[in-house]
């Protein structure tokens, strides 16, 4: 990766729950200002969708007191995957940006099973709802056959958002690659898809997330007081790896934490995917292929947060071996739809008389081994790199260090994503706080482990 000399990095972030802009200081990866915002959808109109407009709102009055104080020298940017934007000829919007949980009628759920390509060609599974873009072009084109006419540009929706700044509408990997079914990642070309769904013409070019696509339009900067390069962007969970990528051999894991906990693989083999169980192949801002899998744990934890309540993680981390002892279990899944073992509907056992305490520590140790399974289904070797929000849960820290049997290294905060995305201006990686959580012996934890993962059958 080159060098750069730019000072701070303004980053766009919009992930599924919240949209933020963050400026982080080149030399200390600090994030040193940040403002934010929910991800509201619009329920109206032809599908449910995001509010575009009110993002685009928050972003320019975020970048422009942010230009003002305390400046930046680039703007990249980072956002959730499993979305596109459809453009008209005038690069507007031809359509809403549809949120990926919006499910469709079965007989177009069952048209787009009939056409998608095979697991083996895209690496990408079969995902509930919205949550392969391909599926999503599809029912927009079969549903709304006379607003889809007007669509004369298909970029990803990372690349959108440069293309409003700049102008410039591009495709980009990490997001073309996040299970989609529109990759093929052997090739590191287009999918047999794009062409049964006629949109080959349609989609931008691709350009790699490290390009500046060149400076913010004109009427922008006159608006927000600068004018600075815009860089390409990048996936959000591909933008927690990219650090990693830069500064440490392989292999190793990555847990990337937010709404979705994703899993990396880095040095794995793509042989042993199971695409029943939402294990798929990510690719890297490099453009290589890299073995994931993941649940929907953030989603998940924020509700059992809300049943259970306040509690004292000390007292919830010595509560851990009566919930063993109780056999106190959590059982998948809270949110339906993806994770390691579909189908399978939530419940808890020989939980009546739990404490709040106890329930929070079945909870983390639900989440413990959620991530574990997933790690398991991947083949993840080495050590276990935690970002994200769950890096400040001590308590499942602890168990997945147990579970895993290796060391788990965690990177307190929420700016994994925000700090990947900023690495694209050519920025070095900076080593920020971290804490490394040696595996421990937790009595009778592998035989409660044998007995959850036989109820999970």
Known sequence: M??????????LDIGKTNAKVVVLDSGTGAEIAVLKRPNIM????????????????????????????PGFDAISI????????????????????ID??????????????????SFEETFSPRLAMGLNVGAQLHYQKTAFPEEFAQVATIV??????????TGVATNELTSLGCHTDLWNPKTSSYSSLV????????MAPIRSAFDALGPVLPDIADDIGISVPVYCGIHDSNASLLPHLVHRQAPFAVVSTGTWVISFGVGGDLDHLDPKRDALANVDAYGRAVPSSRFMGGREFDILSAEIGPVDEKAAQAAIGAVIDKGIMLLANIASGSGP?????????????????????????????????????????????VEGPFALNGTYLKLLAALTGRDVIALPGSTGTSQ??????????????????PPTDIPRLKAYRDRWFAAMK
């Open 420 to 437: 990947g995305a900023a690495l694209l201006t050519g920025i070095r990686p900076v080593s920020g706080a971290q804490t490394h959580v």
């Open 100 to 117: 990926y949980e919006h499910e469709y009628p079965e007989d177009i759920r069952d048209a787009y099973t009939r056409l998608r390509p």
């Open 2 to 11: 080159t060098t750069s000399s730019y000072r701070r990095i303004a980053v």
């Open 42 to 69: 619009i329920k109206t109109g032809l599908y449910p969708h995001y509010d575009i407009e009110a993002l685009w709102s928050f972003a320019l009055d975020a970048l422009k007191g942010l230009a003002r104080d």
């Open 341 to 385: 073992f579909p189908g399978k509907a939530s419940r808890w056992i020989g939980a009546e008389d739990a404490s709040r305490e106890e329930r929070f520590a079945a909870s983390c140790l639900y989440l413990a081994l959620m991530t574990d399974a997933c790690l398991g289904l991947i083949s993840a070797k080495g050590p276990v790199i």
């Open 78 to 97: 980072t956002t959730h995957g499993a979305a596109a934007a459809l453009l008209d000829r005038d690069g507007a919007l031809a359509m809403p940006v």
């Open 195 to 202: 062409d049964r769904l006629g949109i080959r013409g349609l």
């Open 156 to 165: 990803t929706y990372a690349q959108y958002w440069a293309a409003r700044l």
